[in-house]
């Protein structure tokens, strides 16, 4: 099946710095790319929908100006979580739809994202 | 708003039995629904979709139905094994988008089958 992946596969920041997340799809091509979140038993929320070239759209109560999202190819979409603060501090998974008939979704291994 | 709930948050069963769980939304119109497996720290698989056309989808030892009147879905495992612990999520897909769609996922049951 298809694979997407995320990089980094977790990290740690100090308060204040800002943190980039890859979303690869690394065998089809998608134009449209999904973020979510998942708070520590929570189920995952959807924070914004990556569009190729164009801009992202987001959900209600998540800033676009904190939440940078950039889709620049039909392979990559970047997540970068600006000024990180404690209460950023989540799991964060991307997923991608193949394109064509019978399009599935296929999600990445996710991101878990401290800051301290 | 879409709403989906998972019953019950949490389950513990020993190895062998059969168990259900159970999954509602309250905006009947949906596309399609999806059960995934997610294991600690990790990302989501996909263990079935039912689209909003069928009743029901199997595969191996799971079979998932769905009640779109009523905003209900169940997902059966049977002969539960403990490889089978993990959180269980279901999400619907609204009308109109397909499966290339944002979903809005459910609460989610914890299962531990134990040996």
């Known amino acids: 099946g298809a694979v997407v992946s995320q990089h980094p596969s977790w990290v740690i920041c100090k308060s204040g710095t800002s943190v980039k997340i890859e979303c690869r799809s690394l065998?089809?091509?998608?134009?449209?790319m999904f973020w979510y979140r998942q708070f520590p038993k929570q189920s995952l929320m959807l924070m914004a929908t990556?569009?190729?070239?164009?801009?992202?759209?987001?959900e209600q109560g998540v800033e676009k100006d904190k939440f940078l999202i950039n889709h620049a190819s039909l392979t990559l979409s970047t997540l970068t979580v600006t000024s990180a603060h404690p209460e950023d501090s989540s799991f964060y998974i991307c997923?991608?739809?193949?394109?064509?008939?019978?399009?599935?979704?296929?999600f990445g291994p996710g991101t878990r994202l401290l800051v301290l | 708003k879409q709403e989906v709930t998972q019953i019950p948050a949490a389950l513990s069963v020993p190895e062998g039995e059969n168990l259900v769980l159970n999954c509602s939304f309250t905006?009947?119109?949906?596309?399609?629904l999806q059960w995934f497996r997610q294991d600690p720290g990790k990302g989501l698989t996909s263990l079935l979709l039912?689209?909003?056309?069928?009743r029901e989808q199997t595969s191996g030892r799971l079979n998932a139905s769905l009640d779109k009147s009523s905003g209900r879905s169940t997902l059966y495992i049977a002969a539960s094994q403990p490889g089978d612990s993990a959180t269980y999520l279901c999400?619907?897909?609204?009308?109109?988008?397909?499966?290339?769609?944002?979903?809005?996922f459910g609460t989610g049951t914890r299962l531990q089958v134990t040996l």
């Open positions: 999400a619907v897909s609204p009308v109109g988008t397909g499966t290339a769609s944002k979903l809005t």
């Open positions: 905006d009947s119109a949906i596309y399609n």
């Open positions: 065998d089809f091509q998608a134009t449209t």
């Open positions: 039912i689209q909003s056309s069928q």
């Open positions: 997923s991608a739809p193949t394109r064509g008939p019978g399009k599935t979704q296929y």
């Open positions: 990556s569009n190729e070239g164009s801009k992202a759209t987001y």
